[in-house]
């Protein structure tokens, strides 16, 4: 019998970045943004987009790819 246990909730509040492996783009804090994170999307080593995204939307991202958290 295997048993599951509930995965942690992610606490955003003491990271500055995340970092999602295999994608190219970056999850930043920024105070220009309304929602307080931006979103950069990178091609051969230059933002290429950024947009405003909510915690909501980062944290379901993590749920679906692997990430680094940096503080």
């Given amino acids: 019998m ?19 492996t ?8 920024s105070g220009y943004s309304p929602t307080g994170w931006c979103a950069t999307g990178w ?11 909510s915690e909501a939307e980062i944290l379901a991202l993590l749920e679906r790819f692997p990430h680094t958290l940096h503080a």
């Fill in 2 to 20: 295997q048993t599951h246990y509930p995965k942690p909730r992610l606490n955003l509040e003491t990271c500055s970045a995340v970092t999602i």
């Fill in 22 to 29: 295999g994608q190219a783009v970056t999850l930043e804090r």
């Fill in 43 to 53: 091609q051969q080593g230059l933002p290429v987009a950024r947009k405003p995204i």
